[in-house]
């Protein structure tokens, strides 16, 4: 990797990192090279060791060999400060800030302003408006605590703290996955500008076209190791997705019903989401994949919590012709229907405990009685979970923090599996999860709803509900506007939908 005379040397350079936890071998061997002023996309299905690279990269790792070069310098292994002076910033796939604090506390965190000893807040303010007009973004209350805010703004929140300090290195884990289209597009724009100014781009995602449309060059990862680097122009989709797989990985969704579906499962009736809505019905029913399309902040999320028990709304649920209560998500679970949520760190997962007791959590009273657990059926649920979900993992007391975005995914769905749910509802759980996974999750969720289960998907991706939902409702200002259905749930028709029903509610 030595550069020629004359030019210089690479911004970033790993050299045979090799990381081991317990029996699993994250990194064995993996290099990266990546350029001055370039925008570099890392590529891997989860657990391919992208994230502890850059975990390593940060100085939050120290691994068992290796070296990192910035500049051609070498930093100190396991040292976040090294990483920091050396102009590294990196915005992680689950987040990092404080929920407690406002946006301005979480933004100058790191760094403080002070005037005469003590806290300058008024500075403090401008620097966090600062960082997110950067973003285009103007309508955040700064003094509004991080808790208070979606996901999606909790993402770009995020990313203005990183870019605070205007980085040489900016590592981007994930960041377009909780994002809409018009933040995605934002995000581009900086990202360009970041590159057409001199500062490296890292970048990993999962949504392949991204890569093609943001990246100069690609390392490709498989099993710990580097598999491949490429110009974009060098290599086109299908093959990247291949040498990530090790195998030939074909891009299509599981065949959708071939039967119309009748059985409800649940009926929704009279419901308003909030106060001066008109009500509104809705009936799931046994054996499909409703999808919930729009535009981001319609309600889609919204809805799925109150259904959960778990959000403010009005309206009266109907199971097998009989009115039930759903007042929080005891009284759900209690009336099979569970949530799979989008952020699976902070409401899917005890993420410092082991994968076993995540994945017996949900179903402890099926395996106790008198108030023991039998830890027999425990260790027999957890080996049973594993095989069936394909859970990548060492040992089953390995902690969920440990895991890759996707495996962590999978715990969660095991869990709630083990109640036997008659309706799962998905908040975009596929965010973050690479290829593979997803199409693996694919084929689980219509085994599911061929056996019966009513599943509710809603998807920041839309070309996700056009190949996996049966149906499609289109939500408009917290009601499911338009039904697509049969050969009217497309990607076009989708899109179409959705800004057609925003037009019409205006």
Request: hydrophobic share 40%.
């Amino acid at each position: 990797m030595q550069a020629p005379t004359g030019t210089p040397p690479p911004a970033l350079v790993a050299r045979q990192i090799h990381k081991q936890y317990g029996g699993v071998l994250a990194l064995d061997g993996a290099d990266i090279s990546i350029n001055r002023a370039e925008v570099h996309a890392l590529l891997g299905e989860n657990g391919a060791g992208k994230s502890t690279l850059v975990k390593v990269i940060a100085g939050l790792v120290r691994p068992d060999a290796g070296e990192v070069l910035v500049d051609a310098q070498p930093l100190v292994m396991g040292s976040p400060q090294s990483s920091r002076s050396a102009g590294i910033a990196v915005v992680y796939q689950e987040l990092s800030l404080v929920p407690q604090l406002s946006v301005m506390h979480n933004i100058v965190l790191s760094a403080l302003p002070v005037r005469r000893g003590w806290f300058a807040r008024d500075r403090a303010v401008a620097i966090a408006r600062e960082a997110l007009a950067r973003l285009g973004i103007s309508d955040i209350n700064v003094k509004a605590p991080v808790s208070s805010l979606p996901l999606d703004l909790r993402q770009m929140v995020e990313i203005a703290k990183a870019m605070r300090h205007e980085p040489r290195i900016l590592i981007l884990d994930e960041a377009t996955s909780s994002l809409g289209d018009a933040e995605v597009q934002r995000l581009f724009e900086l990202v360009r500008g970041l590159r057409s100014r001199g500062t490296t781009v890292v970048v990993i995602t999962h949504r392949m076209h991204e890569v093609w449309a943001l990246a100069d060059r690609m390392t490709i990862f498989r099993d710990g190791r580097t598999v491949g680097q490429h110009g974009i122009d060098e290599i086109d989709q299908r093959t990247a997705v291949n040498l990530m797989a090790g195998r030939d990985v074909r891009a299509v969704y599981p065949q959708k019903r071939q039967v119309e579906a009748t059985e409800p499962a649940l009926e929704l009736r009279n419901v308003r989401l909030r106060r001066g809505q008109r009500p509104w019905d809705l009936s799931l029913t046994r054996g499909e994949i409703l999808g919930l399309g729009g535009l981001q902040g319609q309600g889609q999320r919204h809805f799925l919590h109150w259904l959960y028990g778990d959000g403010p709304g009005r309206g009266e649920v109907i199971r097998h012709g009989r009115r039930v209560q759903i007042r929080h998500p005891g009284d759900a679970l209690r009336n099979g229907i569970v949530l799979i949520p989008e952020d699976r760190g902070a409401e899917g997962l005890h993420s410092s405990l082991p994968v076993r007791w995540n994945l017996a959590m949900a179903t402890l009273s099926q395996r106790s009685r008198f108030g023991l657990i039998d830890m027999r059926a425990e260790r027999r649920m957890t080996t049973e979970n594993v095989d069936q979900m394909s859970i990548k993992v060492g040992s089953p007391f390995q902690p969920a923090s440990s895991l890759s975005g996707g495996t962590q995914q999978k715990v969660v769905i095991g869990k709630y599996m083990e109640a036997d749910p008659e309706v799962i509802l998905f908040v975009d759980s596929t965010r973050g999860i690479d290829v593979q996974t997803k199409f693996e999750l694919y084929e689980m969720l219509r085994r599911l709803a061929d056996n019966g289960t009513a599943c509710v998907l809603y998807s920041s991706d839309t070309e996700e509900l056009a190949g996996l939902c049966d149906r499609v409702a289109v939500f408009n200002d917290g009601v499911p506007a338009r039904m697509l259905e049969g050969d009217d749930v497309s990607q076009h028709s989708i899109v179409a939908a959705s800004f057609a029903v925003v037009r019409e509610g205006m």
